[in-house]
């Protein structure tokens, strides 16, 4: 477009101080025009580079500031010396950057920087730019991609600016970059706009192409302007620039009042109606109120036959596809599609934009989509365009953002999806909810490529997509909502739910992506998890020799053992029961993530603990908290512990009848009071083994004979409810969404959250015959001992024993004083056991146990703690076999046990599994 009469507006872009500026003006005014001007006539120590026009894609402002920055360089590099000290430069600054915690993307940034930059100067620079992008980049940023091409952050944003001051620096110049067309942006991308403004470094000027044409873009300039930014308004032309235009045109007709009646001195409007008088055509008769759409179509009836067929084959795409696909869908070749575009250009169906790409301009677009072509027109078209689409695809790694930006024109008619694959109905008619259930899932699922794997168990899903910005409402009748659509598919066994995606095609996931762009703003993130890791966990774990990783929050004890596993595949058991590791719990940036590492050293998990305890503050600036840290052990827990006090405390003695009178509700509560009880004997190891991190709840059916159904809760206190989920109208076993329904039907609250639940058989009489204490501590003792199958047994050697016996002695008399404190057993069993003397002999096995040892333990009551431990050799231990049998009176007064294995009586002394304990140094025998 030609460039007449805007003197005022370049003297106040020429002379603003402000790091800020907003072109702003009704579409077709001239501000883009206006813009490459600016851009192209730098003044002072400015660099004249391209404007850079904004998508409607996530992303948008850093990508579109990136792709500036690498213009900027351009011009600065202009031989070999002067691109390799750039380039040295730039790899120390990205290096730098990316070394502080939370600036890890720095380094992709400076990738896509230099990527950009190598295709601008040619292939005699790929090489040394390849160097460099390999010297900056590391393995685990792979991941970091993701968040820089699928999302909008203010931080992937702040990043870029910090990259523009290292430019201004390098370049020794101030540097103004320019961007159109930000009407198009996101809500996202405008928010962030709206920050930068505040956050501009000091040598850098940002000018914006605003077009305020709907009422919802004159909000976000007059939002610009209270964050700092200077408005420029670009209004009509005069009539004397008009004349100035018609004369160098050499046309005398029509009058300049005339021309200005019909264009509302609009230049866009000037241009296309001076083109159309110097082809002949008459626009005098033209309406004001309509000379748009009548100068469009005087436009369009110029046109071939082929190039409106062509326009109407390509109105669908708002931005501009490759010509490798265009060529594909026109069925034509690249020579007869050029010259095609010629004709398009040569009457101003298509401009030329910043970036020298020939494509609709978007007010001319809508008017052939929505006003030229009929209803009949647009579905052959899409129906057209979506079958080379999907075709075309096959062969693509990515999906392009110019076939997403297309679909939120085609969603909006529902005309046109009478046509379309049923599955676009389907994305049309999702709810907000549903489309951030379904944005949560592919999150989680990061898209995998083997389609067997890609699902997440519905839980972890449910409690994620809570917590999304995108998510306002109850995310299980979401879910529900999706499996109508058959967009995901939940299975349940139980308790166990998980859910998967199940997309019909590549285009359905083009539609969504659509969806979400105008809902959301963004897309899925791939590798989000992997993302996180290496931004905020990675640089904490020196050391660490293999790290499982996920978002949500399973207990502490299931990421140990899924770590464990993952390192099995890796090393042989018994090396991988040597390493320490670690499990954790945390939330990042809203979502849930947990984290188990493995070490090769014990010190280097303590250090990596320490590291995190000491970065826990920084971290919560950060918008990141630790939940929970178990630092998992190389030796086993003490997993029989609860068994044993039951035993030395007589608790398990108790006769039945003090236990059937009870209701059932009121046997659920004596089982939560000892699962609490036991939780506060335990220190932090036993309970993230056990999975007791929080309290328990339980919640039970009262309509039931035979049986009942029980619902094990996880929450901040303890808590036994009745509930009736028939009145509720829940189906369990048969809903695969039944536990996470009782959340909205008012039995679980906002802090708990359903572990499992399960149908209790038997009748009441039944039932009341069992000892709930006896089957709480059953329950514990079983999770301790799944936990221990991941860790290496005790190693004690006989010298040990003897104090470690004495040590776990004092802890079960504390622990008994509990228990009778708490009521579950007396004060002169506590007094008999602190009382009782123990003597422990160990002899050698005969040959058959393999060189083993025997055990014999040694009890009677006495006025102290006395133990002692004696290790015998084969004849004194016969010796004492003799005296055994004769009844001496050296055992007058003693009750015995004898072991098999000098290990298992040690074991049980200890609170230990039979073969959790190994004695470790042999005695000789004499």
Known sequence: MKFYGREAELRQLSVSQRRCIVVHGDSGIGKSTLLRHVAMNAAGRQVPINVANLQRAPGAIHHALIAQLASVLEVHVQSRPAIDDTLQLLKAAALRLGAVGGKELARVVAEELLNLLKAKLGPDFGEPIGKVITEILRSEDESLRGKLENASEIGTAEVVLAFAEEVTNITQTDMRLVLDRAERLTDADRSILLDLIELLPQKVQVIVGLSTSKQSDVQFLSDMILSGAEAVAVEALPVQVIQEWLNEAGLTRPSVDILRRVTAGYPFFLEQAISLVSAGQNVEDLSPGAAFQELMRLSWNTLSPLAKTVGRKLALFRDCPPDSFIVKLLDMDQLAWSAVRDELELTHIFIRDAAESSWFHDRRRDMIWKTLMVTSDRAEAASTALNRLSSWLESERDIPSWAIASMPDLLAQPSLLQNLPQSFVKVTELSTAGLAVLLGLLELTERSENPESAFVETATLLTYVSRLAEMESDPVGALEELQTAKFVYTHSEGSQSITTTTLPDVLTYIAILGRMTTDFGRWPVPRLASQLFNQYFSPLLKGFTLANFGLGSPALATVAGETQKAAEHKASLHDTLSMPSLALTADLEGRTFYLGAIFSAEEDRNDAIARLSEAAQALGRANITLNHVLSVPTRRLRSQRFKRLLRLGKVDTLPAESYNALTDIERAGVRLSVTELARGMMNDQERGGSGLERSRGILIDVESSSSYL???????????????????????????????????????????????????????????????????????????????????????????????????????????????????????????????????????????????????????????????????????????????????????????ATYAFADDLVAELLGYKYGDVHILVQHKDN
């Open 710 to 896: 029980e619902v094990h809760l996880i929450g901040d206190s303890p808590r036994a409810a009745e509930i009736n989920i028939r009145q509720a109208k829940l189906t369990p076993f048969k809903d695969p969404l039944f536990m996470f329904k009782l959340r909205g039907a008012g039995f679980v609250q906002a802090s708990e959250q359903v572990e499992s639940f399960h149908e209790s058989l038997g009748s009441p009489a039944n039932r009341q015959n069992r000892n709930p204490v006896e089957e709480t501590v059953d329950d514990i003792t079983k999770r301790l001992e799944k936990f221990n199958r991941l860790l290496s047994p005790v190693l004690i050697s006989f010298d040990e024993i003897e104090d470690r016996v004495r040590e776990s002695r004092q802890e079960v008399i504390e622990d008994l004083k509990s228990l009778a404190i708490a009521g579950y057993c007396s004060v002169e069993h506590v007094s008999s056991v602190e009382n009782e003397e123990l003597r422990i002999l160990i002899s050698p096995a005969d040959a058959p146990w393999n060189g083993g040892y025997h055990g014999i333990l040694l009890r009677r009551p006495g006025n102290g703690d006395a133990i002692t431990v004696n290790v015998l050799t084969q004849s004194e231990a016969k010796v004492f076999n003799e005296l055994e049998e004769t009844e001496s009176p050296r055992l007058e007064g003693w009750r015995q």
